[in-house]
């Protein structure tokens, strides 16, 4: 007989044995729902087991016998001690070859708390808190157990105790105790406070500030209860302080008494005292620019600190210098009392006033200011900054330079004598004034770079009358807003509005509007953050050269985000300045864009075209930064 064909029918025959003993195996859980029911299938000693190629059906039968007491103490940490439960095995058949095993779950109800006693002991036992969160504790009588809630409470008392200085606290006692004959459940809890610590003297290690300086930055007092919470709170209230790259809060040995002091040692290691930084760039708005700045971090011992910068860029030759010096007041909450000076300065030539040929002249203000910053304040959700100020402001300009520049100088002479002394000085202002401004900033948002939802208001109230001493009287009012609403989980709609007014003479000479107000407070629209699809600050009123008393700006954006952390967008602007109510000569712009949410914030690039009679027939905008 030949071996091999009987070799292949023996391991045929003990495959088809293995395979019988390799039982498959369905089970299924009914009439739960949720958590409960993940908790039963994790507890079913049968369901864990159902892939194992180890089952036979002897296994089978010893798994479904013990199922029912598995799910029973699987539903007691939800507080049901009652279920109702019907098992059901069937073994594989020729129309089913599978082994399947079912359970139908009824629940029941939870068990009720039929007492539930609290007890205090030890310093904390009279203190008012404490005997609040016993009298709040949210398990009471008649209310139903549940195992998971019951261990969250206790976790949730002792942290609320330690947060209120003791930090010794335990449990003594901690029982639960269920009656089936009487379906209830009765919970004792004993917990001892050990003493209440509070927070001792507190030092601090460095040699640049004063003490009494840095004392205004404590939000911990000596003899307030010990919260760590609060540490945290104090850590960035220093860091916040712009002195300080490192802070490092010590905690020392307790003094041994019945409220034990915990002293704090507060180590901090300060910034370079000077910071300098340079800038080369591109925008828009203003095209290629250089920017330097010097920050002066402190001076002396009581926070005082300055900052030095200039920039200057390609749009108008602009040039701009800033001087501050930063007296703190209220340190911790923003306080502050600013000496600034600026000057800016820019190019008007005849080609700005669409003049084949003419001349040139500078627009130069200067403006020396004292601003009182008031602290921060949390209003409705609001973060509420305001601040008050005053402000001497010059500024001068020829416009009859741009306009006869390139006549001889006998030829001006005679022309001033044509038009009178009166019309000249229209046109080649002065303007001196002291103006003082009332600023109020409101603000709040879901996250600092990439905005989903948000406000943001920003009201400037300002000007001046000739009784101040000025030679010019004008008032303004400013407001700039901007709401950001998610639409879905991907989407949002951008509504930003920009609006001015301002009361003030008006002037003409030659034909041309001048109004009684310095360049620098007057209006102009167009550029990236204003009617995109025009040039920045072109648009204004036709009647004039500098700008408009009057703003009006709106502006709706939608955005789709189409992968992560890129989005399109689609926007219409409208919106000029003017300056007069019944001549708004408002433009139309509109566009598309895209965003990318980068690490520093929302970098944007726009296409703008205007739907009116522009320089262009459209414009690129790129911007790096949130909205507000």
């Given at each position: 007989?030949?071996?091999?064909?009987?070799?292949?029918?023996?391991?045929?025959?003990?495959?088809?044995?293995?395979?019988?003993?390799?039982?498959?195996?369905?089970?299924?859980?009914?009439?739960?729902?949720?958590?409960?029911?993940?908790?039963?299938?994790?507890?079913?000693?049968?369901?864990?087991?159902?892939?194992?190629?180890?089952l036979d059906a002897a296994t089978i039968q010893a798994l479904h016998d013990q199922a029912e007491l598995e799910i029973s103490r699987a539903l007691e940490p939800f507080g049901y001690y009652r279920p109702q439960i019907t098992s059901l095995l069937q073994p594989p058949t020729e129309s089913s070859p599978d082994w399947r095993a079912r359970y139908q779950?009824?629940?029941?109800?939870?068990?009720?708390?039929a007492e539930m006693q609290l007890t205090v002991v030890g310093a904390g036992q009279n203190n008012d808190e404490v005997q609040a969160l016993s009298e709040g504790f949210p398990l009471r009588r008649d209310s139903t157990l549940d195992h998971r809630r019951y261990e969250h409470t206790k976790r949730e008392l002792m942290e609320q105790l330690r947060n209120?200085?003791?930090?010794?606290?335990?449990?003594?006692?901690?029982?639960?105790?269920?009656?089936?004959?009487?379906?209830?459940?009765?919970?004792?809890?004993?917990?001892?406070?050990?003493?209440?610590?509070?927070?001792?003297?507190?030092?601090?290690?460095?040699?640049?500030?004063?003490?009494?300086?840095?004392?205004?930055?404590?939000?911990?007092?000596?003899?307030?209860?010990?919260?760590?919470?609060?540490?945290?709170?104090?850590?960035?209230?220093?860091?916040?302080?712009?002195?300080?790259?490192?802070?490092?809060?010590?905690?020392?040995?307790?003094?041994?008494?019945?409220?034990?002091?915990?002293?704090?040692?507060?180590?901090?290691?300060?910034?370079?005292?000077?910071?300098?930084?340079?800038?080369?760039?591109?925008?828009?708005?203003?095209?290629?620019?250089?920017?330097?700045?010097?920050?002066?971090?402190?001076?002396?011992?009581?926070?005082?600190?300055?900052?030095?910068?200039?920039?200057?860029?390609?749009?108008?030759?602009?040039?701009?210098?800033?001087?501050?010096?930063?007296?703190?007041?209220?340190?911790?909450?923003?306080?502050?009392?600013?000496?600034?000076?600026?000057?800016?300065?820019?190019?008007?030539?005849?080609?700005?006033?669409?003049?084949?040929?003419?001349?040139?002249?500078?627009?130069?203000?200067?403006?020396?200011?004292?601003?009182?910053?008031?602290?921060?304040?949390?209003?409705?959700?609001?973060?509420?900054?305001?601040?008050?100020?005053?402000?001497?402001?010059?500024?001068?300009?020829?416009?009859?330079?741009?306009?006869?520049?390139?006549?001889?100088?006998?030829?001006?002479?005679?022309?001033?004598?044509?038009?009178?002394?009166?019309?000249?000085?229209?046109?080649?202002?002065?303007?001196?004034?002291?103006?003082?401004?009332?600023?109020?900033?409101?603000?709040?948002?879901?996250?600092?770079?990439?905005?989903?939802?948000?406000?943001?208001?920003?009201?400037?109230?300002?000007?001046?009358?000739?009784?101040?001493?000025?030679?010019?009287?004008?008032?303004?009012?400013?407001?700039?807003?901007?709401?950001?609403?998610?639409?879905?989980?991907?989407?949002?709609?951008?509504?930003?509005?920009?609006?001015?007014?301002?009361?003030?003479?008006?002037?003409?000479?030659?034909?041309?509007?001048?109004?009684?107000?310095?360049?620098?407070?007057?209006?102009?629209?167009?550029?990236?953050?204003?009617?995109?699809?025009?040039?920045?600050?072109?648009?204004?009123?036709?009647?004039?050269?500098?700008?408009?008393?009057?703003?009006?700006?709106?502006?709706?954006?939608?955005?789709?985000?189409?992968?992560?952390?890129?989005?399109?967008?689609?926007?219409?602007?409208?919106?000029?300045?003017?300056?007069?109510?019944?001549?708004?000569?408002?433009?139309?712009?509109?566009?598309?864009?895209?965003?990318?949410?980068?690490?520093?914030?929302?970098?944007?690039i726009d296409v703008g075209f205007p739907l009116d009679d522009a320089e262009d027939s459209f414009q690129i905008y790129i911007t790096v930064g949130p909205e507000f």
């Amino acid at each position: 007989m030949a071996i091999a064909p009987v070799l292949a029918a023996l391991f045929a025959l003990l495959l088809c044995v293995q395979t019988s003993a390799q039982a498959a195996l369905q089970v299924q859980v009914d009439g739960l729902r949720g958590v409960a029911r993940d908790n039963v299938r994790a507890s079913l000693s049968i369901a864990r087991r159902q892939q194992d190629p180890e089952l036979d059906a002897a296994t089978i039968q010893a798994l479904h016998d013990q199922a029912e007491l598995e799910i029973s103490r699987a539903l007691e940490p939800f507080g049901y001690y009652r279920p109702q439960i019907t098992s059901l095995l069937q073994p594989p058949t020729e129309s089913s070859p599978d082994w399947r095993a079912r359970y139908q779950i009824d629940a029941g109800e939870k068990i009720p708390i039929a007492e539930m006693q609290l007890t205090v002991v030890g310093a904390g036992q009279n203190n008012d808190e404490v005997q609040a969160l016993s009298e709040g504790f949210p398990l009471r009588r008649d209310s139903t157990l549940d195992h998971r809630r019951y261990e969250h409470t206790k976790r949730e008392l002792m942290e609320q105790l330690r947060n209120l200085g003791y930090l010794d606290a335990v449990f003594t006692a901690h029982k639960v105790e269920v009656d089936m004959a009487t379906y209830s459940a009765r919970i004792a809890l004993r917990v001892d406070t050990g003493p209440g610590y509070v927070f001792g003297p507190i030092t601090f290690a460095q040699n640049q500030f004063a003490t009494d300086y840095l004392q205004h930055y404590l939000v911990i007092t000596p003899g307030q209860p010990f919260d760590p919470a609060a540490i945290s709170r104090q850590r960035t209230a220093l860091s916040k302080s712009g002195h300080f790259r490192e802070v490092t809060i010590v905690t020392g040995e307790p003094a041994d008494a019945e409220r034990p002091a915990i002293p704090l040692h507060i180590q901090l290691t300060p910034f370079k005292p000077n910071r300098y930084r340079g800038r080369l760039g591109w925008g828009t708005d203003y095209g290629f620019g250089v920017q330097l700045d010097w920050t002066r971090r402190y001076v002396g011992k009581r926070g005082h600190y300055f900052n030095l910068g200039g920039s200057v860029v390609e749009e108008r030759q602009r040039l701009a210098g800033d001087a501050s010096y930063t007296i703190p007041l209220d340190p911790l909450s923003g306080g502050s009392l600013e000496i600034a000076a600026r000057h800016e300065s820019k190019d008007l030539t005849f080609e700005e006033v669409d003049l084949d040929e003419g001349g040139e002249s500078r627009i130069a203000t200067n403006i020396a200011s004292l601003i009182w910053h008031r602290p921060n304040r949390q209003w409705s959700g609001f973060e509420f900054r305001h601040s008050i100020g005053l402000s001497l402001v010059g500024e001068t300009y020829d416009v009859f330079e741009v306009l006869f520049g390139n006549l001889p100088s006998r030829s001006q002479d005679d022309l001033i004598d044509v038009i009178g002394p009166e019309a000249y000085n229209t046109l080649a202002p002065d303007f001196e004034a002291l103006v003082p401004r009332l600023q109020l900033n409101f603000r709040r948002s879901d996250d600092p770079l990439y905005i989903r939802r948000g406000d943001f208001y920003n009201l400037e109230l300002l000007g001046t009358e000739e009784s101040f001493g000025s030679n010019t009287s004008f008032w303004q009012a400013r407001l700039n807003t901007w709401n950001i609403l998610p639409v879905g989980d991907r989407n949002r709609l951008l509504l930003r509005s920009a609006w001015g007014y301002t009361d003030a003479e008006s002037k003409t000479a030659l034909g041309i509007n001048f109004n009684q107000v310095p360049e620098y407070f007057e209006f102009r629209a167009g550029g990236a953050r204003s009617v995109r699809g025009y040039g920045f600050e072109e648009l204004f009123a036709a009647d004039t050269i500098t700008g408009g008393k009057h703003l009006a700006v709106a502006s709706v954006e939608y955005e789709h985000e189409f992968i992560s952390n890129f989005s399109a967008a689609v926007f219409l602007d409208a919106g000029n300045a003017f300056n007069d109510f019944d001549d708004i000569d408002e433009k139309l712009g509109a566009g598309f864009g895209l965003r990318w949410r980068s690490p520093v914030g929302l970098a944007r690039i726009d296409v703008g075209f205007p739907l009116d009679d522009a320089e262009d027939s459209f414009q690129i905008y790129i911007t790096v930064g949130p909205e507000f």
